[in-house]
């Protein structure tokens, strides 16, 4: 764990701060090295811009401010915003590789190891109850995202939510590089039309539906960033709060079945993801301690 930061302009910079603006920088360098294969490439160069413009300014602000909970707040909300922005981001980049979609190649294995295609399987168990529990989990996902962190902050203090935060983040660079790397569209995108039996539930289901329509794109499946985000929410609660540990289990067990059922990704898209997030969960202590080492070194040269 590290808290060290570099001070720049009078703004401290923290390692998930830096982890953030340098993904910010990378997006908009592909942008403009590809932008022949990206549409609307200068648009995301400005929003990228912005939105690194608006978070320097809220960490400023926040060494300013005054009060436990406000100075939680303006960490937690420009972090958790930025990190949902970079997942919309990258979406207009997921072609500048492969011209097209790489679903096939994810099917044919899955037919090739199970016999069947078993988000198309799983039609044969659908109930609208098992329906509503499954969107319940990957919806609430959501809201627990920053709770969780709420937790950590309050029990461990802010180091071990620099924690949470910087290896949360590296999950998702990782979730982004494949998107490009390895560009799906997601099972309803290619084979919607063999479905057979509609998902009904009730509210949860409708939120989720709702999320599917006004909040996802086409593509960011491999790896899928609900099972590795979900895997470090419930890693990090294991490390730092072990009662919303247990009280997790069911919800993040459920919901790397959900991805599937509920045909946002392919089985492979949630095995990737859990992969993601171990791969990272390993890397994660090695950065922050290059981190801290690059802090010490840039303050010894600057004296």
């Known amino acids: ?128 109850a098992l329906t509503e529990w499954l969107m319940f989990t990957y919806v609430i996902y959501i809201p627990l995202y920053p709770a969780l962190c709420g937790i950590i902050y309050c029990t461990k203090g802010e180091l071990a939510m620099e924690d949470y935060f910087f290896t949360l983040g590296l999950t998702n660079i990782f979730c982004d590089i494949g998107f490009i790397l390895f560009p799906v569209a997601g099972p309803l995108p290619m084979i919607g039309h063999l479905y057979t039996t509609k998902l009904d539930g009730y509210i949860w289901t409708w939120l989720g539906e709702a999320i599917r329509s006004n909040l996802h794109y086409v593509g960011g499946s491999i790896p899928s960033p609900h099972s590795a985000a979900a895997t470090i929410m419930w890693v990090m609660a294991y490390r730092y709060h072990r009662t919303s540990f247990w009280i997790l289990a069911p919800i993040v067990l459920s919901l790397y079945v959900s991805t599937v059922y509920c045909r946002y990704h392919y089985v492979t898209d949630a095995v990737v993801g859990v992969a993601t997030a171990f791969v990272a969960l390993a890397v994660a202590p090695v950065m922050m301690r290059g981190w801290d080492r690059f802090v010490e070194r840039t303050r010894t040269t600057g004296n």
């Open 1 to 128: 764990m590290t808290n060290k930061h570099l001070t720049i302009l009078g703004i401290q910079i923290r390692a998930t701060d830096a982890l953030i603006l340098s993904l910010l920088a990378v997006l908009s360098l592909l942008a403009l090295a590809f932008f022949q294969r990206v549409p609307g490439w200068w648009l995301l160069i400005l929003k990228n811009s912005a939105v690194g413009a608006g978070y320097l300014f809220i960490l400023r602000y926040r060494e300013r401010a005054k009060g436990t909970f406000l100075r939680f707040s303006l960490r937690l909300v420009p972090v958790v915003l930025s990190y949902a922005y970079l997942f919309g981001a990258v979406d207009a980049l997921q072609h500048i590789i492969h011209k097209g979609w790489l679903d096939t190649e994810v099917i044919d294995m899955e037919q090739a190891i199970f016999g069947v295609q078993p988000t198309l399987w799983l039609q044969s168990y659908i109930t609208p």
